[in-house]
């Protein structure tokens, strides 16, 4: 390390030795000492962390059955965790970064984008062709004590001098790529729609959807009880209780079995949004879907959404409270785990990186 960072790091009174949640192996996470982080460059910023929500990517690179994986895009040991929330402990020097002082809360994209391939100056940064993912490849995770984001990549979510962050702000990464479904659907006035799946992003999805003059229906074997006061016109236990089409449907599950959910009920002319991720080997009668003349759309997280995300969770802080199942330590990550494999009443659980 040179003289220069040396300083740096004293300067933010950085504790050694550092902490990080490391994927040793499958099925193996371990808390473990990490190395100080460099001293960010102009146009970065230091941030330590404070929350970091877990989901079922995590899970899948805990089991090693992560599409990462297997394309070879990461390997073990892994360092996780892309749901997340800190303050900022080093402000960038970069005068676009004048927002972020000392103590601003704030969350960061989970997709680094390049900002000069042909698709991020198009406007369409989540197709990025260079794309880095933090906690999933080519940038380290967040559940650590500290994390270094470009300027570009940080939202805030609050800037008050007293601002600390809360466990509901890991929901933003999630929300995003809900907002991006809302996006390329547009609801319309009346419509009805169905929801597969109520973990956290389907139960995302029927939040946002409550702020909309449409009808909401949703499957959820759990009761979806977090949701019991948003207005759902009817929950469904499973499939076969279903016997309704609609204008829209969202499959939250990455169940294989609800893509045949989608397309059996889906109105003629209706909209199907893939934003769980089913397994590689399933199919579907696309033949169906050009004969009916239906859409089905995939939704690929929203980098474009973070501000008004961040900006839905502080308008609806009790809503999305609802959904926290339970805060772990960092030191408790095994038992996270544990716990996010078990069918709970509210879908996240969360490391709080004491």
């Known amino acids: 390390m040179d ?9 933010t009174r950085i504790e050694s030795p550092l902490r990080a949640a490391i994927f040793t192996s499958l099925g193996n ?24 929500g877990l989901c079922g990517t995590d899970l899948e690179l805990f089991h090693g059955s992560s599409n990462y994986l ?33 103590g601003t809360v704030v969350s960061g994209s989970t997709m680094i984008t390049c900002r000069s391939c042909e698709a991020c100056r198009s406007g369409q940064n989540n197709l990025c062709s260079r794309l880095r993912e933090v906690g999933l490849y080519q940038y380290a995770g967040a559940v650590a004590e500290y994390l270094t984001m470009p300027v570009h990549s940080l939202t805030v979510v609050d800037n008050a001098l007293d601002a600390v962050p809360q466990p509901r702000h890991v929901l933003i990464e999630p929300l995003v790529t809900v907002l991006e479904g809302v996006a ?17 992003i389907g139960s995302l999805a029927a939040i946002v959807m409550s702020k909309y003059p ?5 499957i959820d074997p759990n009761g979806a009880q977090q949701l019991a ?4 016109a009817r929950i469904y236990s499973s499939t076969s209780e279903v016997n309704a089409l609609y204008d829209v449907v969202w499959e939250c599950s990455g169940a294989q079995s609800a893509t045949a959910t989608l397309l059996r009920n889906l109105k003629p002319g209706g909209v199907g949004v893939l934003v769980g991720v089913p397994p590689a080997d399933t199919t579907i009668n696309v033949a169906e879907f050009a004969l009916n003349g239906q859409q089905l759309i995939g ?16 308008k609806n802080s009790e809503m999305l409270d609802n959904l926290i199942d339970h805060v772990y330590t960092l030191a408790d990550a095994r ?12 879908p996240k659980v969360v490391l709080h990186i004491d």
Request: glycine residues 8%.
């Open 229 to 232: 006061n948003l207005g759902i």
């Open 3 to 11: 003289h220069q960072s040396r300083g740096f790091l004293a300067e």
């Open 184 to 200: 390329k659907i547009e609801p319309r006035v009346g419509s009805r729609i169905l929801i597969i799946g109520a973990g956290t």
């Open 29 to 52: 996470v371990e808390v473990q000492d990490v190395p100080e982080p460099s001293a960010p460059k102009f146009d970065e910023a230091l941030v330590r962390v404070a929350y970091v």
């Open 335 to 346: 038992q996270a785990f544990a716990r996010l494999e078990t069918i709970r009443e509210r």
């Open 299 to 314: 939704i690929r997280h929203g980098v474009d959404h973070y501000i008004t995300a961040a900006e839905f969770i502080t």
């Open 70 to 102: 297997r394309t070879g895009r990461t390997s073990y040991p892994h360092h996780f965790g892309h749901e997340w929330v800190g303050v900022i402990d080093a402000p960038p020097t970069n005068p676009n970064g004048e927002h972020l002082r000392q």
């Open 214 to 218: 449409v009808e909401v229906d949703l």
